[in-house]
């Protein structure tokens, strides 16, 4: 199902993105990893059986991310799949926090993914076919103390990726949300350095290969939307039934950071 078919990566020099590479070429797919480390990328690059290749690329960088995006499609003549998978989070109180690290935030976690589909939409639409998956987030539907900005960003993620479903559907493109709740990678050294954290979730933190094979599941049944884990979905919607009863039954164990 997924023999040949290009699927560019962001965010692939390292975690989930890097995984997910080599996950994807095992089951025949040509990974295009993208990221702002050449020498990490270059290393996944060395771990891949199969047909891929790798482009430094910021995606805070709109011409960058455009001539990028060219270059591969000069390459192979096609995007079959983008994964937005570029992003980052920081675990901070709001009071705390400056205005300059919640712009740079949002322009990485979610400008990035505009920037990004924004330069391979015109490609897939021009082709009749696509699957564009962008990595949200659980906090994307349920905020907690001291993320703040990241959660903001995720909201963001989720509204984008829904309002664009719905434009792309005529034209054959499939718009996917990947939402997981906290997993065991590098995310954490930048977001909670404490590792605070880390030790009280640990207990519900998944194991990225796990992850990783739900993504590529995602990609092959052009499913819309994941909530991982897989509990986490009858969790959301009694959020979403009762937020209020929610907070206060489940508060403080969701804001243990």
Not at 44 to 56: D, E, P, T, V
Not at 60 to 77: F, H, L, R, S
Not at 213 to 228: G, N, P, T, Y
Request: proline share 4%; net charge positive.
């Amino acid at each position: 199902m997924l023999k040949d078919k290009v699927i560019f990566i962001s965010g692939a020099s390292s975690g989930i993105g890097a995984l997910t590479a080599i996950r994807l070429a095992e089951r025949g797919a040509i990974p295009v990893l993208t990221g702002r480390n050449a020498r990490k990328l270059e290393e996944i690059s060395g771990a891949i059986k199969g047909k891929h290749s790798y482009y430094q690329m910021d995606v805070t960088d709109n011409e960058q991310v455009k001539q990028t995006v060219e270059a591969v499609i000069a390459k192979y003549g096609k995007i079959d799949v983008l994964l937005n998978n570029a992003g980052y989070g920081q675990f901070e109180y709001f009071m705390s926090m400056n205005v300059e690290s919640f712009e740079q935030m949002m322009d990485t976690n979610y400008m990035g993914i505009v920037r990004c589909t924004k330069a391979v939409i015109p490609h897939m639409v021009k082709q009749g076919s696509g699957q564009i998956v962008n990595i949200a987030s659980l906090a994307g539907k349920i905020g907690t103390a001291k993320s703040t900005s990241y959660t903001a960003t995720k909201h963001a993620v989720l509204g984008f990726t829904n309002s664009l479903r719905m434009e792309l559907r005529e034209h054959g493109i499939q718009v996917s949300a990947v939402n997981p709740g906290p997993i065991d990678t590098p995310f954490f050294s930048l977001a909670d350095p404490s590792g605070s954290y880390v030790k009280n979730v640990n207990w519900f933190m998944m194991k990225p290969e796990y992850v990783v094979k739900r993504i590529v599941r995602l990609i092959e049944r052009r499913k819309a939307e994941l909530d991982l884990p897989g509990t986490a979905a009858i969790g959301i919607k009694l959020y979403q039934l009762l937020p209020r009863t929610i907070d206060m039954l489940f508060g403080g164990l969701i804001n243990r950071k």
